[in-house]
């Protein structure tokens, strides 16, 4: 059983564009969501995370938008730039004490002056 | 502040042996989580130790196996090794405490990646 499911796996976006990032997931007892950023040799880190009790939170350029009923959430990154390219993933999880993501297969951003 | 530190950081074994990489977490970490990344099944969760003992387990088998010291180190092992036993082991440690928090951060070191020949 596919949990997570990420889309697209590849996205090309010009410099300023705006690059949107799709997860849906299948378990309901998820209640924390995040989406991580990696890098080349490095591990993911954690870019922007969401609640499911709020249906938006904004940091910077980045935007997580949060539809519960739908189990979709997303990620939006404004004015995208070359050093936002990366492999970006979802990793929902479930409640208090519970440390086992469940990650996306990931997208490939890449940002094109 | 020190971040996640895993050793070693490439290492090529053949298949059948085994191998133990390490994992140091951030000072005053008590979580250590351990993921596989490959890119055919990209990051997949292998298990959870807070405080030396294993809180969760993913769906792997008894090959890979992993402690938690008392100072917070985490070790994996994986014996027997197979040629699908390459990837990126992936180490993250965080405070152990509930996420809603909002203080607590999974943080990950930068792999050690393992080739099998």
């Known amino acids: 059983q596919q949990q997570v499911k990420q889309s697209p796996q590849s996205l090309i976006v010009q410099k300023g564009g705006i690059s949107i990032i799709n997860c849906a997931y299948e378990?309901?007892?998820?209640?924390?969501f995040p989406w991580y950023q990696q890098f080349p040799g490095k591990g993911p880190a954690l870019l922007i995370a969401i609640r499911p009790d709020v249906s938006e939170k904004k940091e910077g350029r980045f935007t997580i938008s949060f539809n519960k009923s739908a189990k979709q959430f997303s990620l939006h990154i404004m004015d995208s730039q070359p050093g936002d390219s990366a492999t970006y993933f979802c990793?929902?999880?479930?409640?208090?004490?519970?440390?086992?993501?469940?990650f996306g297969k990931g997208t490939k951003l890449s940002v094109i002056p | 502040k020190a971040g996640v530190t895993q050793t070693p950081r490439y290492l090529i074994k053949t298949r059948g042996q085994q191998v133990t990489l390490s994992c140091s977490p951030i000072?005053?970490?008590?979580?250590v989580s351990w993921y596989q990344q490959t890119p055919g099944q990209g990051l997949q969760f292998l298990f959870e130790y807070f405080s030396e003992t294993q809180r969760n387990k993913g769906n792997f088998p008894g090959r890979f196996s992993g402690r938690q010291f008392s100072n917070s180190r985490s070790e994996m092992n994986v014996s027997t090794l197979e040629l699908g036993d390459s990837a990126l082991y992936l180490c993250a440690s965080s405070r152990g405490l509930a996420f809603f928090s909002g203080a607590n951060v999974l943080t990950f070191g930068a792999g050690s990646r393992l080739t099998v020949l």
């Open positions: 378990n309901t007892a998820f209640d924390y």
């Open positions: 990793a929902p999880l479930t409640g208090a004490g519970s440390y086992q993501l469940t």
């Open positions: 000072s005053g970490h008590r979580s």
